[in-house]
């Protein structure tokens, strides 16, 4: 609503002055004076782009007018504005910002690409699983582990599929991520298909795939999976035999003089 964004406006502004820079007019139109903050990133003193995208942060999650200039500062080569930016993107929660951000999954830089996939995530909206599922097959494996976890932070069964290819990926980091989302949806809506897929990559030569795995098989209220759990307690990793034995205790099938018998961490 328009009191809504004009309240924040004031607000942004206001820290924009409380954080030493020249007062800027709350009086003035919404438009002009959001085109203050955007004109002050490219401001000759650090400190001053600095506070601009300080305010701007604050109107990130309400106003997508503010976002394809905070994209841009995705790849400022100053540290301090392009950790700014990555959070005032990830706290966009307006709709009307999902065009801006999946034209944004086709830019040249992964590291814009990755950032863009957990703000979609965050935005939580069925028109998002496309651009996400889509980037699942992205040449940077950075950028499939942020759309692994995105299509995880969506709880929607359109999801599953190809989440379910990704348990194969090449890159275990993406794998791992796969696995990881698949355990959270399968928390919330049971995919039959799923705990065939997990107790195939229990097997997974990389450590941390497995530890995802036995992680995810925790959240699958299904009796297949327990031989594999127990099992697990024998791995020779310790975060591995750690996460079957807290995914036992979840499905209520820690026995603890069987886990006295077994190797500790």
Do not use: C, W
């Not at 003035?28 to 004109?39: A, D, F, M």
């Not at 796969?178 to 039959?192: C, S």
């Amino acid at each position: 609503m328009i009191m809504n964004r004009t309240l924040l406006l004031t607000a942004a502004v206001g820290l924009y002055v409380l954080s030493g820079a020249a007062a800027l007019a709350a009086e003035k139109p919404i438009s002009t004076t959001l085109q203050s903050l955007l004109n002050r990133l490219t401001h000759s003193v650090e400190a001053e782009r600095l506070k601009a995208i300080t305010a701007l942060g604050m109107l990130a999650f309400d106003d997508p007018e503010v976002t394809p200039a905070l994209i841009t500062l995705l790849e400022d080569q100053d540290v301090h504005m392009n950790l700014r930016a990555r959070l005032a993107i990830l706290r966009i929660s307006d709709p009307a910002a999902i065009p801006i951000l999946i034209k944004a999954m086709a830019h040249q830089n992964p590291v814009v690409r990755q950032v863009v996939a957990q703000a979609l995530g965050q935005i939580n909206d069925p028109a998002v699983i496309p651009a996400l599922i889509r980037a699942m097959e992205d040449q940077n494996p950075v950028v499939r582990v942020a759309a692994a976890g995105a299509l995880g932070d969506i709880n929607d069964p359109a999801v599953s599929l190809a989440l379910l290819k990704a348990v194969g990926d090449q890159d275990p980091t993406v794998r791992a991520a796969a696995v990881q989302a698949l355990g959270q949806i399968n928390y919330h809506i049971n995919d039959p298909a799923a705990a065939p897929a997990l107790l195939k990559a229990m097997k997974d030569q990389d450590s941390k795939v497995r530890q995802a795995v036995a992680e995810a098989l925790g959240k699958i209220e299904d009796p297949a999976v327990l031989p594999a759990l127990r099992k697990a307690l024998d791995d020779p990793d310790p975060a591995v035999r750690a996460a079957a034995r807290t995914a036992l205790g979840r499905l209520g099938e820690l026995e603890m003089p069987l886990l006295k018998k077994r190797k500790s961490p």
